[in-house]
T-cell receptor, first 111, second 113 residues
């Protein structure tokens, strides 16, 4: 069974610092990996999707990398802002089109 | 832009009531999903549907059923609500033509008293 881990569960950074969030998965046979953002009490918003054949994806201040062989993905958020405070979840599609989610990194950006 | 809507943001129901949660997507996606999200447990898949009238149990289907009569609508039914079904319920749809990207609705916070 695919297991997705995100460590640490929570972190705080001062405004302006770069954020680095890690996601690891146990089965490298994935179809793609998707990063989401979730604000308190809200649904999930898709940030980036990386196909299994790709090494990274970029959107504005966000960059996500994927190393399938080691079972890792990293989400970088450059020059963090208070508005980046949220929970970030990663999810992988594997096997019979199943989706496995991590429990998220809860981020607080301190002004 | 893909839009996934859920019928209610907040619901309060009594134990034993039958509860319907509705989800509608406007992008002609074949796959639709129902999850619940609880602190410390993350997202857990209740049911998913590959296409109209097709459904498959997820990881925690007990106490739930689903209905998908039309492609755009996927309903979650709590046959007899219990307090341990108090949770945030999230619906999602997924395109299957290219990257299998998943899109979520805003969520329904259900409280069963």
């Amino acid at each position: 069974k695919q297991e997705v881990t995100q460590i640490p569960a929570a972190l705080s950074v001062p405004e302006g610092e770069n954020l680095v969030l890690n996601c690891s998965f146990t089965d490298s046979a994935i179809y793609n990996l998707q990063w989401f953002r979730q604000d308190p009490g809200k649904g999930l918003t898709s940030l980036l999707l990386i196909q299994s054949s790709q090494r990274e994806q970029t959107s504005g201040r966000l960059n996500a990398s994927l190393d399938k062989s080691s079972g890792r993905s990293t989400l970088y958020i450059a020059a963090s802002q208070p508005g980046d405070s949220a929970t970030y979840l990663c999810a992988v599609i594997y096997g019979n089109n199943r989706l496995a989610f991590g429990k998220g990194n809860q981020v607080v950006v301190i002004p | 832009d893909v839009k996934v809507t859920q019928s209610s943001r907040y619901l309060v129901k009594r134990t034993g009531e039958k509860v319907f949660l509705e989800c509608v997507q406007d992008m002609d996606h074949e796959n639709m999903f129902w999850y619940r999200q609880d602190p410390g447990l993350g997202l857990r898949l209740i049911y998913f549907s590959y296409d109209v009238k097709m459904k498959e149990k997820g990881d925690i289907p007990e106490g739930y059923s689903v209905s998908r009569e039309k492609k755009e609508r996927f309903s979650l039914i709590l046959e007899s609500a219990s307090t341990n079904q108090t949770s945030m319920y999230l619906c999602a749809s997924r395109e299957t033509s290219t990257f299998y990207e998943q899109y979520f609705g805003p969520g329904t916070r259900l409280t069963v008293t």
